[in-house]
């Protein structure tokens, strides 16, 4: 057992060390991300813009400061993180807050969910969704407390706090994500008890939030039968299912596709796995889930050699990323209604690109210090 501080030993800057996997194959998938946006956006971009690779370029300079904040995260200290993982989560929950009140947050689709200044917009919930990760994980392995107190006392207040500015938002999916990351982490650190038991409890309770409001309704109906409402509720649905049957096994080609020509709405967000399917067939989507399987792979490796807080946090961080994927596509693949989830790495967005790096970077950092491979 290393001692605790060890926990600050110093570490090179420079280029992340430890598994290079965890970082070239989220590379390599950003940068695939990057030419579907191009490819997508090229003709709303030059519409909207004047030039056919505004949106195309934003998400390179996103990708650019990801990748920058990953190199910071990973020069931060472990011991930082446990000390301030509570003013960290605190401060996040004050940015959900924020989204609430107007001139701040910005309302769209009918809900408020970003923060704007400076001609920036920035979602607060993907924060939160890096801070809950460190918090927790440093409450559950530096208690004490087992069984159904851990659950009362950790867990579900850090839940509730969590979740309560996610509902006033109303941000359904946000805190889908946030109540299975909490849940995930239990189980690691407690078990799966509790967590089954929450579940089964609390999915009475999502429906009745869900039939609450038309718009959700309609989602949920929509993912029961699209073709009931074909061009309204279940339109994004239906032409959805139409990119991956045009796709076939190898797809149109690239920058071929037609569901990018204003069919599919949020091609290039929420639904780009869908446009990928359609332009490189099953082919492309086998290698995208291949890439996130094998990164999957190397993290638990890395989690396996870990232990206590370290074992934990690698857990944490692996499954925030993994949760939006099932997620996106869940809801792309009408496997459960859509939630508005982007995909990891991929989809069009600087704040989910932006904190999935600051995912890497950390990750990354555990790796080093607990002295993994």
């Given at each position: ?7 600050s030993?110093e ?16 590379l390599?998938?950003?940068?695939f991300g990057?030419?579907?946006i191009?490819s ?7 519409e ?10 934003k ?10 904040g990953m190199?910071?995260m ?9 000390k301030?993982s509570?003013?960290i989560?605190?401060?996040s929950?004050?940015l ?8 701040i ?10 923060i704007?200044?400076a001609?920036?917009?920035?979602q ?13 994980s440093?409450l559950?392995?530096?208690s004490e ?7 009362l006392?950790?867990t579900?207040?850090v839940l509730?706090?969590s979740?309560?500015?996610l509902?006033?938002?109303?941000n ?7 109540f299975?990351l ?5 189980v690691?650190?407690?078990g799966?008890?509790w ?5 089964a409890a ?6 009745m939030?869900i ?8 989602r949920?109906?929509?993912f029961?039968?699209?073709?009931e ?5 279940g339109?994004?649905?239906?032409q959805?299912?139409?990119a991956?049957s ?6 149109v080609g690239?920058?071929k596709g037609l ?10 967000t929420d ?8 332009e ?8 995208i ?19 206590g807080?370290?074992a ?19 809801g ?5 209604p ?8 991929i ?5 989910s ?13 555990v790796?080093?210090?607990?002295s993994?491979?």
């Amino acid at each position: 057992m290393r001692k605790e501080s060890m926990l600050s030993a110093e570490v090179p800057a420079g280029r992340p060390q430890g598994d290079p996997f965890l970082w070239i194959i989220p590379l390599l998938l950003a940068i695939f991300g990057i030419l579907m946006i191009f490819s997508l956006t090229s003709h709303t971009s030059l519409e909207e813009y004047g030039s056919p690779f505004t949106l195309g370029m934003k998400q390179v300079h996103w990708l650019l400061v990801g990748i920058a904040g990953m190199l910071v995260m990973y020069m931060i200290p472990l011991s930082f993180w446990k000390k301030a993982s509570g003013t960290i989560w605190l401060f996040s929950l004050v940015l959900l807050v924020l989204t609430l009140i107007p001139g701040i947050g910005i309302k769209a689709g009918g809900a408020r969910r970003w923060i704007g200044f400076a001609g920036l917009r920035f979602q607060p919930i993907e924060f939160l969704n890096l801070a809950l990760a460190v918090h927790l994980s440093r409450l559950l392995t530096t208690s004490e407390k087992r069984g159904l107190s851990a659950f009362l006392t950790i867990t579900v207040p850090v839940l509730f706090l969590s979740v309560i500015p996610l509902l006033f938002q109303p941000n359904m999916g946000g805190t889908i994500l946030i109540f299975t990351l909490s849940m995930a982490i239990h189980v690691q650190s407690r078990g799966w008890s509790w967590p089954f038991i929450a579940g089964a409890a609390g999915f009475p309770f999502f429906f009745m939030f869900i039939i609450r409001e038309g718009y959700r309704l309609r989602r949920y109906i929509a993912f029961l039968d699209p073709w009931e409402q074909p061009m309204d509720s279940g339109f994004q649905v239906i032409q959805g299912l139409v990119a991956f049957s045009n796709g076939g096994l190898f797809g149109v080609g690239v920058g071929k596709g037609l569901q990018k020509l204003n069919y599919l709405p949020a091609a290039h967000t929420d639904y780009i796995f869908a446009t990928v399917g359609e332009e490189f067939g099953f082919i492309g989507t086998f290698f995208i889930l291949f890439f996130f399987l094998l990164w999957t792979i190397r993290a638990c490796s890395a989690y396996k050699k870990a232990e206590g807080f370290r074992a934990t946090l690698i857990w944490a961080l692996t499954v925030s990323v993994l949760i939006p994927l099932f997620i996106n596509l869940g809801g792309v693949l009408k496997l459960m209604p859509l939630t508005g989830i982007p995909l990891p790495f991929i989809s069009y967005g600087g704040s989910s690109l932006l904190f999935m790096w600051a995912k890497i970077g950390l990750l990354m950092r555990v790796c080093r210090e607990a002295s993994l491979p």
